[in-house]
């Protein structure tokens, strides 16, 4: 069965700061995996997306994330916070042709 | 192309009363979601269909019901509305079951 846990619920960083939000999944075959983001008051879009090719997975907005198979891991990263990325992250996996399973979101805050 | 849409964006309901969320895709997806989203809860399924004509229960069905007769369209009933069912709803679609979801915007529904 897949899993997935977004570690942090509420994070909160300064403007022009790393961000850094996190994600483990759990999946017995190789798995795909995606970073959505929700704006206040709008549909779920999609951040990127891992689907077995490069590890390393660059997104919109500046945002990237790297798969690590041996951490179960990942982790979406942006160098340099903006007050627009500020917003509701979610994390998914589906594996072998299963529905997504969603982590519960981790709500980033940007302070200026 | 369109994407997702959903109709109304906003309903308030009695206790009892009945309606139907609306939802069309224009991007010839065989697989299309229902979601309730509550704060901090993440996302819950509710009913998803593969296909025209095929529906499933997702992980909370109970109160509502769904029906899929052509590829474009898939709506949610709710029959007899309750203060538990207050919540913002969201469609989503994919091309494939494990694929990513295209989202629509929301409807927020308040039944009280």
């Known amino acids: 069965a897949q899993s997935v846990t977004q570690l942090g619920s509420h994070v909160s960083v300064s403007e022009g700061a790393l961000v850094l939000l996190r994600c483990n999944y759990s999946?017995?075959?190789?798995?795909?995996l995606f970073w959505y983001v929700q704006y206040p008051n709008q549909g779920l879009q999609l951040l990127l997306k891992?689907?077995?090719?490069a590890t390393l997975v660059k997104g919109i907005n500046g945002f990237e994330a790297e798969f690590k198979k041996s951490e179960t891991s990942f982790h979406l990263t942006k160098p340099s916070a903006h007050m627009s990325d500020a917003a509701e992250y979610f994390c998914a996996v589906s594996a072998d042709n299963r529905k997504l399973i969603w982590g519960l979101g981790t709500s980033l805050a940007v302070n200026p | 192309n369109a994407g997702v849409t959903q109709t109304p964006k906003f309903r308030i309901l009695k206790i009892g009363q009945s309606m139907t969320l609306q939802c069309a895709q224009d991007?010839?997806?065989?697989?299309m979601y229902w979601y309730r989203q509550d704060p901090g809860m993440g996302l819950k399924l509710i009913y998803y269909?593969?296909?025209?004509?095929?529906?499933d229960k997702g992980e909370v069905p109970n109160g509502y019901n769904v029906s899929r007769s052509t590829t474009e369209d898939f709506p949610l009933r709710l029959e007899l509305a309750a203060p538990s069912q207050t919540s913002v709803y969201f469609c989503a679609s994919s091309y494939q079951l494990s694929y990513e979801q295209y989202f629509g915007p929301g409807t927020r529904l308040t039944v009280t």
């Open positions: 891992y689907t077995s090719a």
């Open positions: 991007m010839n997806h065989n697989y």
């Open positions: 999946s017995s075959v190789p798995p795909y």
């Open positions: 269909s593969v296909g025209a004509g095929i529906t």
